[in-house]
């Protein structure tokens, strides 16, 4: 029996590129730019102020990666669709892969939702992101383009009672090589405050895109996130691409030794 596709001829694409033809050896990503929700599922059930919070995306997220793009020449890709329908940066079949709920609020839609359903959703709206992702890499693989993934993110000032001091966190895996330099330089600012691997952590069951694409082909990697209310402002986002992008730069500037069976230094 063939399924009706969850996507119609309204909908936006799954992705949206800017600067493709980026020169720079760093590709952005942006798992949680968008807040789109296919019209077949209406609002997932949830009122317009729900669909406005950071539960639906990561506020200021998609304006700081393209003001970055720019600044770096940098290829990004953004995804369009709200992390309430699918996480683009979840492993899939991870239990958050699919929220039942967003704040307190239970999502109706997700909880009863079924494994063709959920399936559905990994093909129309996760793989075909991580296809073109992954297809770029390679494509820069072939033309000997060095790479350096960066994936963009914003989190909350406040989770539940936990005030978050942070300006920024730097996360990474088991390969930190590149966190390390881009939180030294954070570090080097007066006043900043530098989370390493704070408030997250990235681990194989919470992060898909950093591992997946950056760890796993070995090549130098760093997740980058930015607290949301200093992205809330347009001054405030180009503050912070400014920032970043210096920071990338001068750590890119150093080179990088070769990962044990991975590629050639970038510098």
């Known amino acids: 029996m063939r399924h009706e596709s969850l996507l119609g ?9 800017a600067n493709p033809a980026g020169r720079s050896p760093v590709l952005l990503t942006a798992d949680h730019a968008g807040r789109a929700i296919p019209a077949r599922l209406g609002t997932l059930g949830l009122d317009a102020r729900l669909l406005a919070t950071h539960g639906a995306c990561d506020l200021g997220v998609e304006g ?10 940098a290829f990004l890709i953004l995804h369009n669709y709200s992390r309430l329908v699918i996480d683009a940066n979840r492993p899939p079949g991870a239990p958050d892969s699919i929220v039942s709920h967003c704040e307190q609020t239970a999502i109706e839609a997700n909880i009863h939702l079924s494994p063709n359903g959920r399936q559905q959703r990994l093909v129309e709206l996760f793989h075909p992101y991580h296809h073109r992702i992954a297809a770029e890499l390679d494509a ?22 936990d005030v978050r001091p942070w300006h920024v966190g730097v996360l990474h895996g088991r390969d930190g090589r590149l966190a390390r330099r881009v939180r030294q330089g954070l570090q080097r600012e007066p006043g900043l405050r530098v989370g390493d691997n ?15 694409h950056g760890e796993g082909r070995r090549i ?26 210096g920071v990338l730069e001068d750590a890119l500037a150093e080179g990088f030794p070769s990962h044990p069976g991975g590629p050639a230094s970038i510098g």
């Open 9 to 17: 001829a309204a909908d936006p694409a799954v992705f949206r590129i």
């Open 64 to 73: 700081l990666g393209l003001l970055l793009a720019q600044r770096l020449d």
């Open 140 to 161: 820069r693989t072939a033309r000997c383009q060095p790479s350096v993934l960066v994936t963009l993110h914003s989190f909350t000032p406040v989770l539940g009672e």
């Open 198 to 212: 704070q408030p997250y952590a990235v681990s194989d069951a919470s992060d898909h895109t950093l591992l997946v």
């Open 220 to 245: 130098p990697h760093v997740e980058l996130e930015v607290r949301q209310d200093l992205l809330a402002s347009e001054s405030g986002r180009q503050a912070w691409a400014q920032r970043l992008a």
